[in-house]
Every structure is written in structure tokens, then in C-alpha cells.
């Protein structure tokens, strides 16, 4: 683990030192590449939504060497038993891949930087641009760790006027008001976040606050992590299902964007199973083409059988699988036939009736909230269903949206971000309402 002792501070962790530092929809969509696409090239690229925001070329030398000492990242094995006993949903194939696995920073990321005026300083500023590619099944690990690494390079070379001094207890007070209200949430907030330290802070202050909300008998709560390490360390569920990048992903590789949503739903309900880890994230090519996917029927489809090449992870020295057998020739589940019920046996349950909700990302929140509940009625769904709210959210916003949603009769949730690992206590106060933050 490494860790920062400069002017006579206690030593703190810096860097990324585990797989698991990263959010659980990483290791699922992994699961998914692995069992149907482990032999897929793609590319990553990142894109600074803050241009603004610059790094000096010291902060860029630092930054590189974080990044190739993830080529030192093992899975050890009290990590894979507790991948086992708490991810029960992921696979034997997947953890023998796990057991194996390295990634190689040097042959897949490449890191550049551009000064804006080149003095050879290491104050000069410059745009910072990073290029990943490699197998999918590989590089999917990457972009957790570095956006990670990109805000925690900002804000120790760029940004120092913060402090880890009082977090804790900010965190807890912003957990507290959250489960006053009733809020049933988790923290999303690993990839902006100040530092590993910062993170850790803020799920000790939640934690603190679940133990006098639980004394008081609130109705709020804190639901877990999406952050597999801290879920792990501090004996919290890890919490998160998929990503855009999963039906990007899908309809890159089949050429077929028109039902790509469809096609995706397949492969993620064939590799996981009805009902498991089923919250839909809808806006990828927008909403209401997801709908239409959505409530279609589930096909019979085939499922993976094991084998032992289709688990062997790459050497560290290497970006090619070797052949992959059974697991890459599992008949995909786009072809598998429709059940349409005989007398023994129902008609095939659609997407919607078997996941149990879906998430909010992006555009306005009341809005899908009646969106999704046109939706349900129209297709005769009477469960109680789940939003899980996870696009910019406060304290105020939650409540407005918790209101919102329990109104027209679903369970929200809420994944808070940034407002828990980026917007900190500064050394100096400041003038403007908004902390500075890193985008990805």
C-alpha cells in the first residue's frame, strides 16, 4: 500500500493498491465481457469536462507513476472469499480469471501532456489527455482507478486549500440530515473523490450516522457503497448493477444500435439470471427507446458451461486470451426463442416485470418519474417499483425527489457522489457556493 508521509504527517494511503478500489458495476460488466466477448478490443479516451481546470507537469510525472504501479495489483485471496461469499451473483470462471489477472498500464494506457506555454518548469500548466486500449475484459478495469487518480492528482498539486480535518464529521452531519428525511441511500462517490483517505472519512461519518439514526428509529438510511473495497473493509453492501458502457459496448459489437438496448438486456439477464442485480439504467440511447426494449419478453437462452480457457486471464506481459472455448461459443441470447406458455408452464415475464427498478442519470428527475409511471401502467405492472436517483443530488434534491417518486408510488434510493467526497472543508474560506472539482 502506498502511502504519503510528507511534512511529517501521518502516513495516509495514496493511490489505487486494490482491484476492488473501484465501483461494483465494473466487476459485473466484467463478468458479462468475460462470458460472451473476451476476445474484444476497445478503446477508452478521456475527456476533461473542466478544461479550465489544468494540471502543472509535476502533478502530470506524479500522476504517470500511479499509473504504472497498477501493473502491481494483485487479487489476494481474502478479496476473492469475499467476491464469493458476498457477490454471489458472479461466477466460478470469473474468479479463476481474477485469481490470475494483472493489468499492464505500459502496454495499454498511454499519458500525455501538453503545456500551454513549455518553459521546461514543473509549474508550467497543461491539458492532460490519457488513451487506454486493449481486450474489453481488461481495460474495463481501468477507468474507476483513473479517474480516481486524475482528481486525487488535481487536488494534491493544483487545489491544496482543503483539509482533511473535520470530514468525518461533515459526512455524518450530511448522512444525518439525509436519514432525518427518510432518505434510503448509498455513496457513489469514488471516482471524484479527493483521496483514498477522503473516501474512507466519509463512509466512517455515514456509518456514525446509521448508528444514531438506528438508536432513534429513523426511516432513512444508509443502503451501502458502490465502492467494493470500502464495502468490504467496512462490512457494508456493496451496492451497483450496470453502466452506459455496457449497451455502448453491445451495440458497438453487433452493429445493430436500433435494438441494442434489447440485445443487451439479453446477454445481462442470461449471464445473471431473473430478478438478480435488476436495475435498468435507461438513458444509453435514450429513454423511451428503452422502453420499448423493455418490455418485451424474456427469451429462453443458453448458459455459459466452464472452462478452463475461457478463465485463464492474460500474464501481465500480454494482451491476448488464449482460445476461450465453451465460454466464448455459448449461443448468444439474442437468438434464443421466446417461450410463449403452454398448459404446464406461464408466458415468458418481461424485462420490466423481473428487474426490480431503474435509475436516473440524467435529464429531469420529475419528469422520468412520470415517464416510468405512464410506463408501468401502460404495461399493466402494478408491483412497487424502485428509482434509484443518481444524477448531481444534495440534501434538498433528494427530498424533492423522494417526495416526487413515493407520490406516484415507487421506492426511491439515491447514489451520492460528489457531494460527499469532493465538496470539503477548506483551510481558507471561500466565496463561491461550489467547491472546485475534477471532472472526468
Not at 499509473?67 to 458472479?90: F, G, H, P, V
Not at 429462453?300 to 500474464?315: E, I, L, P, V
Not at 451520492?416 to 472543508?425: E, P, W
Request: aromatic letters at 10%; glycine letters at 8%; one cysteine or more.
Amino acid at each position: 500500500m502506498a502511502t504519503n508521509t510528507q511534512n511529517g504527517a501521518s502516513a495516509l494511503p495514496e493511490g489505487i493498491f486494490s482491484f476492488l478500489d473501484t465501483d461494483l458495476y465494473k466487476l459485473t460488466m466484467q463478468c458479462c465481457v468475460l462470458k460472451y466477448f473476451p476476445d474484444i478490443n476497445v478503446t477508452y479516451n478521456f475527456t476533461n469536462r473542466t478544461p479550465d481546470m489544468r494540471l502543472t507537469r509535476a502533478a502530470y510525472s506524479w500522476l504517470q507513476k500511479q499509473i504504472d504501479k497498477l501493473a502491481n495489483i494483485t487479487m489476494s485471496e481474502d478479496e476473492l472469499q469475499y467476491l464469493r461469499k458476498t457477490c454471489t451473483y458472479l461466477n466460478e470462471p470469473y474468479y479463476l480469471f481474477m485469481s490470475k489477472f494483472r493489468l499492464n498500464p505500459s502496454r495499454q494506457v498511454k499519458v500525455t501532456f501538453t503545456p500551454q506555454q513549455d518553459t521546461g518548469s514543473e509549474d508550467d500548466t497543461g491539458d492532460l489527455h490519457i488513451h487506454t486500449e486493449g481486450l474489453w475484459v481488461e481495460t474495463i478495469l481501468y477507468e474507476i482507478p483513473l479517474l480516481a487518480l486524475v482528481s486525487e492528482t488535481f487536488f494534491k498539486f493544483c487545489d491544496g486549500d482543503w483539509t482533511h480535518d473535520g470530514q468525518l464529521a461533515k459526512a455524518k452531519d450530511k448522512g444525518k440530515q439525509l436519514m432525518q428525511d427518510g432518505c434510503i441511500f448509498s455513496e457513489f462517490g469514488s471516482r471524484r473523490r479527493r483521496d483514498y483517505h477522503t473516501q474512507d472519512l466519509v463512509i466512517q461519518g455515514l456509518l456514525a450516522a446509521q448508528k444514531e439514526a438506528e438508536q432513534q428509529s429513523l426511516r432513512g438510511k444508509l443502503s451501502g457503497t458502490s465502492n467494493v473495497h470500502f464495502a468490504m473493509k467496512h462490512g457494508i453492501p456493496p451496492v451497483g448493477t450496470v453502466a452506459h458502457e455496457w449497451f455502448m459496448g453491445v451495440a458497438a459489437i453487433t452493429n445493430d444500435y436500433e435494438h441494442a438496448n434489447e440485445i443487451a438486456l439479453r446477454y445481462w439477464v442470461s449471464t445473471f439470471g431473473e430478478g438478480v442485480l435488476g436495475i435498468a439504467l435507461t438513458d444509453t440511447f435514450g429513454t423511451p427507446a428503452f422502453l420499448e426494449a423493455f418490455k418485451k419478453q424474456i427469451p429462453d437462452y443458453t448458459s455459459a458451461q466452464a472452462g478452463a480457457a475461457g478463465s485463464s486471464a492474460s500474464a501481465a506481459t500480454s494482451t491476448t486470451l488464449p482460445a476461450t472455448g465453451s465460454l466464448s461459443e455459448t449461443e448468444p441470447p439474442i437468438h434464443a426463442p421466446i417461450t410463449d406458455g403452454d398448459a404446464d408452464r406461464k408466458p415468458a415475464p418481461t424485462f420490466a416485470q423481473v428487474f426490480t427498478g431503474v435509475r436516473q442519470d440524467s435529464g429531469d428527475p420529475e419528469g422520468f418519474i412520470k415517464l416510468m409511471r405512464d410506463f408501468y401502467d401502460k404495461v399493466g405492472i402494478t408491483d412497487k417499483k424502485t428509482i434509484v436517483f443518481s444524477d448531481s443530488l444534495n440534501i434538498e434534491l433528494c427530498l424533492k425527489y423522494k417526495n416526487a417518486a413515493e407520490a406516484q408510488g415507487f421506492q426511491p434510493t439515491f447514489g451520492v457522489g460528489t457531494f460527499l467526497t469532493s465538496k470539503l472543508t477548506f483551510r481558507v474560506a471561500r466565496t463561491d457556493a461550489k467547491s472546485l472539482q475534477c471532472h472526468r
